[in-house]
């Protein structure tokens, strides 16, 4: 019942309403976006990628991997709405 209520388009009571921040700093980005990335892609090879370089751009945070000088192979890249933790894009690359 409160699913097909929160999903239909009547006025409704909500504290995410793009306006106010859900995920107001960089460490909650990172818990929020580890949980999905070490899912899709492994925790060893996510945490291989530290230090991660993270972004608070246009209301979005963007964190992506980053690998050592001289070392081949690609880093994820996730972009995550910071009003209400809507995942806008995941990526790897190669």
Same mark, same amino acid.
């Given at each position: 019942? @409160? %699913? =097909?209520y929160?999903l239909?388009?009547?006025?409704q $009571?909500? %504290?995410?309403?793009?306006?106010? !921040?859900?995920?107001?700093?960089? %460490?909650t ?6 949980t999905? !990335?070490? @899912? %899709?892609y492994?925790? =060893?090879s996510? @945490?291989k990628q =530290?230090?991660y370089e993270?972004?608070l751009i246009d209301? $979005? ?5 980053? !690998? ?6 690609g880093t994820? !890249?996730?972009i ?8 806008? =894009?995941i990526? $790897?690359?190669?």
């Amino acid at each position: 019942m @409160e %699913l =097909k209520y929160a999903l239909s388009n009547q006025v409704q $009571h909500n %504290l995410i309403d793009d306006k106010r !921040l859900i995920i107001k700093d960089s %460490l909650t980005a990172i818990a929020v976006a580890e949980t999905m !990335l070490f @899912e %899709l892609y492994s925790k =060893k090879s996510i @945490e291989k990628q =530290k230090p991660y370089e993270i972004f608070l751009i246009d209301n $979005h945070w963007i964190i992506n991997g980053t !690998l050592p000088t001289n070392k081949d192979g690609g880093t994820f !890249l996730i972009i995550i709405d910071a009003r209400n933790s809507k995942v806008i =894009k995941i990526t $790897h690359g190669k």
